[in-house]
């Protein structure tokens, strides 16, 4: 149940929308390949990221398929820590060119879904990741990420549908404006307010959530010789306080 002084969701009960892969043999000795429109190719370990990781807030997650199947219920918030994205590209040498980064996780799994097409990566402009606050997710709510939610090191997109944000991140690709459009975007680009199914990147927009409002209880009063409403319930997404 939530409240006004509870509105955190443990791990054990956080939605999970994609499970940790069987195929992923190994999360020991993690590396992120940071590649693409770079002066060098680099292999940055997580182990050297670790010590940069700070508390980032509260972040609410919600699914972009978050409907009548899933009972609603595709939506938790939690207390999350982790280093800033632009202090793991700050390691690398980004070339002029570069306008936007791939971000992308592991994603193969023993049994193929069924609905869903593989592949977890977004594009997202220099821009984007700066308002946005985009950080990479080593912690949650106190205790390291959970295997199903992304150990050891996943994406966090405040205020972006959850589609955006790969789990298990293992590789990240400095990109310009040519660069197409990846398997997940196209997927979800209904589900995320695009124009159609754009073919590159550039063409898509920021995949933020609407503000959103789910009504729990509605009371009518008499005041003051007039009828006033109150609603409860719980508001998330749109973009201002």
């Known amino acids: 149940k939530l409240d006004e002084e509870h509105l955190i969701t443990d791990n054990e009960r956080f939605y999970i929308r994609t499970r940790f892969p069987g195929l992923l043999a190994t999360t020991a000795d993690w590396e992120i390949t ?14 050297d990221l670790a010590p940069l990781a700070t508390p980032m807030g509260a972040v609410l997650f919600e699914c972009s398929g ?5 009972r609603f219920g595709m939506l938790s918030a939690a207390e999350w820590s982790g280093i800033p994205l632009e202090k793991v590209l700050s390691q690398v040498e980004v070339l002029p060119s570069a306008t936007a980064v791939l971000v992308s996780g592991f994603d193969q799994h023993a049994q193929p ?8 990566s977004w594009v997202f402009t220099f821009e984007q990741l700066k308002q946005a606050g985009a950080f990479l997710a080593t912690g949650m709510n106190g205790a390291p990420l959970p295997l199903d939610h992304g150990f ?23 990109v310009d404006d040519a660069e197409a459009a990846t398997a997940q975007m196209k997927e979800f680009a209904s589900r995320t307010h695009q124009d159609g199914v754009p073919a590159l990147a550039r063409d898509y927009k920021a995949a933020t959530m609407d503000q959103a409002a789910m009504p729990v ?18 508001m998330w997404g749109g973009y201002e306080v």
């Open 113 to 120: 879904s069924a609905k869903s097409t593989p592949g977890a």
């Open 66 to 70: 978050n409907g009548k199947g899933a």
């Open 217 to 234: 209880r509605v009371e009518r009063w008499r005041v003051g010789g007039k009828t006033a409403h109150r609603v409860f319930g719980v």
């Open 152 to 174: 050891p090191v996943r994406l966090v997109m405040p205020g972006w549908y959850g589609c955006t944000c790969a789990k298990w991140v293992d590789t990240i690709t400095l």
């Open 34 to 47: 940071v590649g693409g429109l770079v002066a060098a190719k680099a292999q940055i370990a997580l182990a």
